[in-house]
């Protein structure tokens, strides 16, 4: 089976302009969580999509927003973008059932904000 | 909410000496705990996992971890480390959220450095 996919993998972005970013889940699992990663904050969780909705969302503004499409697959969208915001977005997918939540991650996409 | 510490920020091991990276974790219940990898810009590869069960748990590249519910403790460990094992190491809890979520709370990863 095809892993994770994300696209596209590096991004540059000028402050106030927005982004998408596109996360493929392996075929069959239904949840997408998306995560972001920076060296002073580590690995935080931004939000979580199963069939075609939000499930959970982790401390961030409402600038970070996403959604999830009839095939699984999600976006991100980061509107008015800060330079705080660049950073690692790690999208993970997995079954989501009650015996098998084990998330598969993708590469990431490296955004970053001048 | 639960958390995950790992004491360790970066480790330096020869190759082919042991090694042993820790992880304790803050739940309230019976966690979901994981180890993942990560290479310099990838992403993060599953190592193992311990959902339930036989609390020594094998994973993938030699690894192994055990779960010790009194010492809210589920270390890292390979008997001989490869020079190709160095990258970066995270220990995550997964739980449920009242909204039916689920959602992975890591540690801030050890970096491993192998001499060789």
């Known amino acids: 089976k095809a892993g994770v996919t994300q696209t596209p993998r590096y991004l540059i972005k000028t402050r106030g302009q927005q982004v998408t970013l596109s996360c493929s889940p392996i075929?069959?699992?239904?949840?997408v969580s998306w995560y972001q990663q920076t060296p002073g904050q580590g690995l935080q969780f931004l939000f979580e999509?199963?069939?075609?909705?939000?499930?959970n969302k982790g401390n961030f503004p409402g600038r970070f927003s996403g959604r999830q499409f009839s095939n699984s697959r999600s976006e991100m969208n980061v509107s008015t973008l800060e330079l705080g915001d660049s950073a690692l977005y790690l999208c993970a997918s997995s079954y989501r059932t009650r015996d098998s939540n084990t998330q598969y991650f993708g590469p990431g996409t490296r955004l970053t904000v001048l | 909410a639960q958390s995950v510490t790992q004491p360790d920020i970066h480790i330096t091991v020869s190759e082919g000496a042991s090694l042993e990276l820790r992880c304790n974790y803050s739940y309230g219940a019976t966690p979901y705990l994981f180890w993942y990898v990560q290479s310099p810009g990838q992403g993060l590869q599953l190592l193992l996992k311990y959902f339930s069960g036989d609390t020594l748990v094998q994973g993938i590249k030699g690894f192994e971890a055990e779960f010790k519910r009194s010492q809210s403790s589920f270390n890292l460990r390979k008997p001989s480390v490869h020079w190709s094992d160095a990258a970066e190491y995270f220990c995550?809890?997964?739980?449920?959220?009242?909204?039916?979520?689920?959602?992975?709370?890591f540690g801030k990863g050890t970096k491993l450095s192998v001499i060789p």
């Open positions: 075929s069959g699992h239904r949840s």
């Open positions: 999509y199963f069939s075609e909705t939000q499930r």
């Open positions: 995550a809890v997964g739980a449920a959220s009242g909204a039916g979520s689920y959602q992975l709370t």
